[in-house]
């Protein structure tokens, strides 16, 4: 039998968390015959919810589950880790000015980071969900020199998804029937998702559905898709954002093959992307490793949109940079 995997999982005790704990441990994320070990963590508030979360765990007597500790020291949850979800953090409410958010933020991320350099495992993966996800995934990088800087990434799967999910139903085809779609740059509303080279049934999709509303309503519904998911369905997105940062480990772990996604990952200059930053590209994995697919044909429309949503990463890191956050 394999040696359990460790997954750290912040923010244990709230909605996402609970959303993708289950499923961790039923084994959608590392494979149906690997075991894996669950580590939580969760703020002195969330211990509880975090608590019940885990008898419910026992209550499914998965095979799979080696274990599961709870912690509120990160040092303790990111002892040993394999893989680090980093779900909790304070995202932006109303009226929040920028430096507030960044300095919330930064007080989360710099720790995590550090525990995570001084105490994970050797092959430690972090994906970071809590926003602003690719800023505080930079925080947490800036923060473990001792870690690869391509171990650092974000998840704009959910975007990703939301975008295939949209462009299937538009043409009218099975989300299997879709390929080479993209997501550029921030995970935020200044996002592009990309259908310039994207396929439907192999065939080019700007071909499929309507080149202007690919350029324009898509890209807002996309992009403003969270927000029609609290109208209508009265809370934020969250059994969707649980399964695309399953989503993201598993490709990362198990490889993607010839299938194309996006991934937040760090730049090396690709794209035009200045080096260092955590922007999203369209990616594929292989040997564990995130790929940036290059030599993708970039015109003018998309050149402007990707250069709109990197200025702003670029801003936010400014601004943590000022802070002192990194
Ligand atoms: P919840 O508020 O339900 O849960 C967050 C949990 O994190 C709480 O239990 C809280 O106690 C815990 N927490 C806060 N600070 C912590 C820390 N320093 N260490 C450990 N745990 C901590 O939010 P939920 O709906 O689960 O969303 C979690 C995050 O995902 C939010 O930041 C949200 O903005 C972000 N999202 C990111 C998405 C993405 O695509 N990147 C999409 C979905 C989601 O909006």
């Given at each position: 039998t394999k040696t359990p995997i460790t997954v750290t999982l912040t923010g244990a005790g709230g909605q996402i968390g609970y959303a993708a704990l289950f499923r961790i441990a039923a084994g959608d994320m590392l494979g149906a015959d690997q075991p894996v070990s669950l580590r939580l963590l969760e703020i002195p508030q969330g211990m509880r919810a975090a608590e019940g979360a885990a008898l419910e765990l026992t209550d499914c007597a998965f095979p799979l589950l080696a274990g599961v500790e709870i912690s509120d020291a990160p040092e303790v949850a990111f002892d040993g880790a394999n893989v680090a979800m980093l779900i909790g953090s304070r995202p932006r409410t109303a009226g929040m000015e920028r430096g507030d958010l960044l300095e919330a933020n930064g007080a989360i991320f710099g720790p995590q980071g550090r525990a995570i350099g001084a105490r994970a495992a050797d092959d430690v993966r972090v994906i970071v969900v809590g926003n602003p996800a690719n800023t505080n995934a930079l925080i947490a990088q800036q923060h473990?020199?001792?870690?690869?800087?391509?171990r650092f990434t974000a998840l704009t799967r959910l975007d990703h998804n939301r975008a295939v999910g949209l462009l299937a139903a538009e043409a009218g085809a099975g989300v299997a029937q879709i390929d080479g779609v993209t997501i550029w740059g921030n995970?935020?509303?200044?996002q592009y998702p990309d259908l310039s080279h994207a396929t439907v049934g192999g065939a080019p999709a700007l071909e499929a559905v309507d080149p202007q509303w690919a350029r324009g309503a898509y890209i807002e519904r996309v992009a403003k898709r969270g927000a029609e998911i609290i109208e209508v369905r009265?809370?934020?997105?969250?059994a969707s954002a649980a399964n695309a940062a399953i989503e993201h480990v598993r490709d990362w772990m198990l490889g993607t093959g010839e299938r194309r996604t996006s991934a937040a990952v760090v730049s090396h200059g690709e794209y035009g992307v200045p080096e260092g930053l955590i922007s999203s590209f369209p990616v594929r994995s292989e040997g564990g490793a995130w790929r940036v697919v290059e030599g993708l044909a970039v015109d003018e429309f998309s050149r402007q949109r990707i250069d709109a949503s990197v200025a702003e990463l670029v801003s936010e890191r400014d601004a943590v940079r000022q802070l002192g956050l990194i």
């Amino acid at each position: 039998t394999k040696t359990p995997i460790t997954v750290t999982l912040t923010g244990a005790g709230g909605q996402i968390g609970y959303a993708a704990l289950f499923r961790i441990a039923a084994g959608d994320m590392l494979g149906a015959d690997q075991p894996v070990s669950l580590r939580l963590l969760e703020i002195p508030q969330g211990m509880r919810a975090a608590e019940g979360a885990a008898l419910e765990l026992t209550d499914c007597a998965f095979p799979l589950l080696a274990g599961v500790e709870i912690s509120d020291a990160p040092e303790v949850a990111f002892d040993g880790a394999n893989v680090a979800m980093l779900i909790g953090s304070r995202p932006r409410t109303a009226g929040m000015e920028r430096g507030d958010l960044l300095e919330a933020n930064g007080a989360i991320f710099g720790p995590q980071g550090r525990a995570i350099g001084a105490r994970a495992a050797d092959d430690v993966r972090v994906i970071v969900v809590g926003n602003p996800a690719n800023t505080n995934a930079l925080i947490a990088q800036q923060h473990a020199p001792e870690v690869p800087a391509e171990r650092f990434t974000a998840l704009t799967r959910l975007d990703h998804n939301r975008a295939v999910g949209l462009l299937a139903a538009e043409a009218g085809a099975g989300v299997a029937q879709i390929d080479g779609v993209t997501i550029w740059g921030n995970h935020s509303a200044t996002q592009y998702p990309d259908l310039s080279h994207a396929t439907v049934g192999g065939a080019p999709a700007l071909e499929a559905v309507d080149p202007q509303w690919a350029r324009g309503a898509y890209i807002e519904r996309v992009a403003k898709r969270g927000a029609e998911i609290i109208e209508v369905r009265g809370g934020s997105s969250v059994a969707s954002a649980a399964n695309a940062a399953i989503e993201h480990v598993r490709d990362w772990m198990l490889g993607t093959g010839e299938r194309r996604t996006s991934a937040a990952v760090v730049s090396h200059g690709e794209y035009g992307v200045p080096e260092g930053l955590i922007s999203s590209f369209p990616v594929r994995s292989e040997g564990g490793a995130w790929r940036v697919v290059e030599g993708l044909a970039v015109d003018e429309f998309s050149r402007q949109r990707i250069d709109a949503s990197v200025a702003e990463l670029v801003s936010e890191r400014d601004a943590v940079r000022q802070l002192g956050l990194i």
